[in-house]
Every structure is written in structure tokens, then in C-alpha cells.
């Protein structure tokens, strides 16, 4: 009988001030490699003035979804969450311990040992991120995103 692995998510931290969900994301793939900034401006009077701006570098991969299709959303898995009431949410940033993903590319990952696979959601889209360096995270201007 095949053991059922379900994901943990864990609450990614990196910055102080994260108090919402983002809007939206905004990302960027050139030569130097994968930029997420999350749109924390843009989600109304509750929202910080600031987006923040997560620096990958060179990535194992990276997957774009719109929200409800998903295709490793489990009901079964618990995430952390922010806010109160109708402003309740899962929190932004996310770390998976016993990735879906992870394990369906394990014999590929030979270049990117140690990957971490990060999850970046938004009220629209989540972001998956495989990564085996410390990305750079910085509160950034709202206009300079």
C-alpha cells in the first residue's frame, strides 16, 4: 500500500509588515534571473504604501496559475493565515515541505540540490518558485515596481 504524502505549508517570513494579501503579481525572467514583486499597494486603505520585491536568481522552475486551478491545492492541507473576518486570508508567502512538485521532478533536480519550493499568493494568481539559493527580499516604493 502506497503511503498518502500530504504538503505542509509553512509561513515564509523573510520581511516584517506583511499585514494583507498582495493584489496581484508581477513577474520577470531576464538573464540574471526570477523577480516576483507582490503588489501589496494596490489592495486598497488596509494595504501597505510598499510592494515587495523577491530576487530569486536562476530558478529550477517557476509555475504561474490563476487561483482556483491550481492543479496541487489540497483541501487537506492547512495554511497559515492572516487577517480577520471578510479580510481573512491564507498568509502570502509560503514555504511546501513534501512538495507535489518537488517530488515529481527529484530525479531532475541534480543542478539545483537542496531546492526549496516557495508559494507566493495573490487574491488572483499563485506563484510557485523552486529554489535552491536565499532569494533577496526587499520592501520596495509602490510607483517603482
Known amino acids: 500500500m502506497t503511503e498518502l504524502i500530504v504538503e505542509r505549508h509553512e509561513k515564509w517570513e523573510p520581511v516584517e509588515g506583511i499585514i494583507t494579501a498582495a493584489a496581484r503579481a508581477v513577474v520577470r525572467e531576464d538573464h540574471e534571473g526570477l523577480v516576483v514583486t507582490m503588489m501589496f499597494s494596490e489592495t486598497g486603505d488596509d494595504g501597505p504604501d510598499s510592494d ?16 482556483f486551478v491550481h492543479p496541487w491545492d ?34 531532475r533536480l541534480l543542478g539545483f540540490p537542496d531546492s526549496v519550493h516557495y508559494r507566493l499568493l495573490t487574491l488572483d494568481q499563485i506563484v510557485d518558485v523552486l529554489c535552491n539559493k536565499q532569494p533577496e527580499v526587499t520592501w520596495v516604493n509602490g510607483v517603482e515596481s
Not at 489540497?74 to 508567502?93: A, H, N, W, Y
Not at 514555504?95 to 517530488?103: F, G, N, Y
Open 52 to 67: 515587495l520585491r523577491i530576487s530569486f536568481g536562476r530558478v529550477a522552475g517557476y509555475t504561474v496559475y490563476e487561483e
Open 74 to 107: 489540497s483541501p487537506q492541507t492547512e495554511s497559515p493565515m492572516i487577517g480577520d473576518g471578510s479580510k481573512r486570508c491564507v498568509f502570502p508567502l509560503l514555504l511546501i515541505h513534501d512538495s507535489e512538485w518537488v517530488r515529481s521532478l527529484s530525479d
